[in-house]
């Protein structure tokens, strides 16, 4: 299952400084968006808005008919503003929302079964039905013989793996990856992405963040270049990629040749 998610009049400022500008973005269900762009520009912290872990300033994240960490209330003069829901109704949120890190954040004294099955026991799933399902996940992402393996005891790319498993473990409607292979070896690298390629087909709503041009290229229905905070371009890999209307653009995109 995937959802639609809708991004109005977003904008996060860190003292002076707009982080997220007023971007307003619609992605639909089931499709692959990548967001690139230099660095500052916005994108992990608007990644990290999508399931509130960066609360806005202003606007709204909206995934399919819910809105993301606050409600909006009309109070008796008639006003509305929106208010900050309360955490255990937003950890609710965030358990349709699955998110991979740029460093994996995996539990050092967990092993990888553990650490996939974790987030299910934790929303109420038994135990049992929760370590079946990290068994199959840590099988689709090629790491069945590693169940029972401490991070410590796997390469990054193997962390990684374990990180997107552990993203799908509760069936997300939609799952964000920020900068999944920045944090990686070179030669690591391709055995990430090809996971998230095999992601990419299943249909969940996906967000990426990326600096691998080559990858979006090939798996993304849709990109955003984003520069001091606000949406320079956008659309399909062969317009942004291939063909860029707008100089910034141009100019990221050939220093990653």
């Known amino acids: 299952m995937s959802a639609t998610i809708s991004i109005r009049g977003a904008v996060k400022a860190y003292g002076d400084h707009r982080v997220v500008d007023g971007i307003d973005l619609d992605l639909p269900a089931g499709s692959v968006t990548v967001v690139i762009g230099p660095s500052g520009s916005g994108k992990s912290t608007l990644l990290r808005a999508v399931n509130h872990l960066e609360p806005l300033d202003r606007g709204v994240v909206t995934i399919g008919d819910e809105t993301i960490g606050v409600r909006l209330h009309r109070g008796r003069d008639g006003t509305a503003r929106y208010r900050e829901l309360p955490?255990?109704?937003?950890?609710?949120?965030?358990?349709?929302?699955?998110?991979?890190?740029?460093?994996?954040?995996?539990?050092?004294?967990?092993?990888?079964?553990?650490?996939?099955?974790?987030?299910?026991i934790a929303q109420g799933v038994a135990a049992d039905v929760a370590k079946q399902r990290a068994r199959d996940l840590l099988g689709q992402v090629g790491l069945a013989d590693r169940a029972d393996s401490r991070p410590r005891q796997l390469s990054g790319g193997q962390q990684q793996r374990v990180a997107i498993a552990r993203a799908l473990a509760l069936s997300p409607e939609v799952v964000l990856l920020d900068e999944p292979t920045s944090a990686l070896d070179p030669e690591l690298v391709g055995e990430v992405l090809g996971v998230i390629r095999d992601l990419a087909a299943t249909g969940c709503t996906l967000v990426i963040v990326t600096h691998e041009v080559a990858f979006a290229r090939e798996v993304a229905d849709h990109v955003v270049f984003l520069d001091h905070g606000r949406i320079v371009e956008q659309g399909q890999p062969a317009e942004v990629l291939d063909d860029p209307r707008h100089p910034r653009t141009r100019s990221f995109l050939a220093r990653l040749r």
């Open 87 to 120: 955490e255990r109704t937003i950890l609710r949120q965030r358990a349709r929302i699955g998110f991979v890190f740029q460093h994996f954040n995996l539990f050092p004294h967990l092993t990888a079964l553990e650490n996939v099955a974790e987030g299910p």
